[in-house]
């Protein structure tokens, strides 16, 4: 019998939770099962241009995608419909039985509920986070797209218990850890081989590396106000005469930093190298340099929802710049301290970590790299 499943991705933390499924899903078909699955990646263009997405898919090891909607940024309206307007389409073409979404974003949310009105079911993985602040786009992306899906594949056990509460039936829960995780686990080996500091100059021929935080900063609610990107920049410039900071910033936020004139707050990676400190902000970097400048850094401060469960993982600490978190496992059981925008709390967690006194954590159940053949031994029963 044969299957046919499109898979959505979109923007950037798309490429790394689909990959795993989309080889897991090929190497099914190598065997000799009665269900053959067809599949198709469709790229949104939600990310586009090389940093923001062709690097990823190489680095991963998918196709191409086979269609790409191209819808580019805008206004969350213009992205959202433009989506459903172009994917309505593909569906029509590709008449498949599934879709397959992923996380959060304006893809995953557009896609789900074209689909879903299209008669076509939906697979949600990553479903159930909450972070229970509903001025966050991606809470009502996730809201939306559990109302709707008829899988549910989750990463961690707060997820399946909010769907539970939300009166989803729990046969159509499946917990089976992190397919993010999963492409870490894989690509790990190949981003320790690269000469990632080399290449953005902060060492010279491979030798004397330097010690080294890690920041990334892309969410609204931090780079969009001036006074408050302005606040987190001055204190993180404090904090980098310790240890410099290496800043890999997102086209939002690069933008911000231009409109207000902030480009004095950085150093050169020529002079991080010499004075050992200072910001390098630096053009975002493709999936293998950033797993490895992470996995050597000796703190991460960020706002990404990813980057909160990769350094649990990778045991390195994590202080995250929000309010909240949808991903408390990283909490509980992993390196993340949430600091929020309170930069007082911030100087002193980073003045702990220095001195040595980090936060200890666990790798959660189930980020065992096995994640994504869960889900297509679940789909492929499911077909039956
Ligand atoms: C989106 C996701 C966010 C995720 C982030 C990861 C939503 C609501 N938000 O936020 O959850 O954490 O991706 O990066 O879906 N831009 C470029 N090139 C690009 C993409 C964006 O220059 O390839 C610039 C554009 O000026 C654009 C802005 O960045 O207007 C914001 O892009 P957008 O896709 O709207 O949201 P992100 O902030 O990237």
Redesign the pocket.
Known sequence: MKKKIIHVI????NFMKIAPVFIAIEEHNKGNGDIYIEQYLVHTG????K???EVFLGELGIPEPHVNLNVG??S?AF?TANIMLSFEKVINDLNPDLVVVV??????AACAITAKKMGVKVAHVEAGLRSFDRSM??EI?RILTDSISDLFFTTEKSADENLKNEGISSDKIFFVGNTMIDSLITQLDKAIQRNTLEKISLTKNGNGSIKYGLLTM???GNVDNPDVLISFLKTISLMAVDIPIVFPA???TV?QIKDQNLESLFTSTRDVLCNKKGIALIEPLGYLDMLNLLRSAEYVVTD???IQEETTFLDVPCLTVRENTERPVTLEQGTNVLVGQNTKLLSKEVAKIVSGKCKKGTIPPLWDGKSSERIVDIIVKKFK
């Open positions: 979109g923007a950037r933390p939600q990310h586009y241009g940093n923001m997405s940024s805008g969350h992205q996380g959060d974003v304006n893809s995953t786009p991606e992306n892309h969410r609204p997102h086209p939002r933008k990404s929802g990813g």
